[in-house]
């Protein structure tokens, strides 16, 4: 058996019940856009500290058909800011925007259609 903080676990509980879930034919974590029945992924939009006063924003989770050196580049000359893609191993092509422009690129992606209102997650302070 198992031990977590001095407790011991019962027979259906931890490992056990983690091993009968995986036989389920759905994905609980699956969203359904309404009007095309396509799966749409959320958008993340996170701000990272630097040194003193300095912060980056960054965008992760734009679907694959976009280019996003495109779109950096409009952000870029739109919110007088400096802007990159990486490619990041976990989370794969995330842009990077200095200062804080959570909101710009909220108001923006939904400006352009590329996600809904529902669809950004925006994190951070």
Known sequence: MFKTNGARLGKESGFEMSIQNLNKP???????DDEEG???????????????RKT???????ALEYD???IVRYLKKE?????????HPEYGEVIQLTGDQRQNIKEFLVKV????DENCKVHGF
């Open 26 to 32: 759905k994905d609980a974590f699956e969203q359904l």
């Open 38 to 52: 396509t799966k749409q992924g959320l958008i993340h939009i996170r701000i990272q500290q630097r040194t003193g």
């Open 56 to 62: 980056i924003t960054t965008v992760q989770g734009i």
């Open 68 to 70: 996003l050196k495109k």
């Open 79 to 87: 919110y007088n800011c400096n802007g990159t893609v990486v490619e």
């Open 113 to 116: 259609g590329i996600a809904k």
